[in-house]
């Protein structure tokens, strides 16, 4: 946490400053030990099973971890091609603009797609539980 917001939590002035407002810098953090996964819009201290959580850092995609994007009507249809095994899998795909934030959970043996609102869609992240955080921007992959 940077000085000036430490020092403005210190000082109680911290509602008087909107330091989450863009969405599109959410952080991403995952429980090592329960797979929790917790969304924030803006730096924070989580902890869980008593343990610090790290935001993760976002990779670019790579060829394990391909995104596919289409469109349909006025979503997107995402596919990551991927195993979905219990011991490797997709975890969770969000999609993200300045406002909002939509996130769908993935579980083992289940399909690696989801889909989302194009209205709220300016970038995507995805985890894998192996190999972490990947993100992409749609408009960049076309
Ligand atoms: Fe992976």
Do not use: W
């Not at 989450?20 to 099973?49: D, Q, T, W």
């Not at 190999?131 to 960049?140: A, C, E, H, K, T």
Request: net charge negative.
């Amino acid at each position: 946490m940077s000085e000036t917001i430490e020092k403005e939590i210190l000082d109680n002035n911290i509602n008087k400053v909107n330091h989450s407002a863009n969405m599109l810098k959410s952080r991403f953090y995952v429980c090592p030990l329960c797979g929790n996964v917790i969304h924030s819009m803006f730096e924070a201290e989580i902890n869980c099973h008593g343990k610090q959580l790290i935001a993760l850092e976002a990779e670019h995609t790579d060829n394990n971890h391909k995104i596919n994007i289409e469109v349909v009507e006025d979503e997107y249809y995402v596919r990551i091609d991927h195993s979905m095994t219990k011991e490797h899998y997709i975890s969770f795909i969000a999609a993200v603009s300045g406002d909002n934030m939509q996130m769908v959970k993935l579980y083992p043996e289940g399909n690696a797609e989801a889909r989302f609102k194009i209205r709220g869609a300016k970038k995507f992240f995805f985890y894998c539980n192996q190999d972490g955080l990947f993100s992409v921007i749609p408009n960049r992959i076309h």
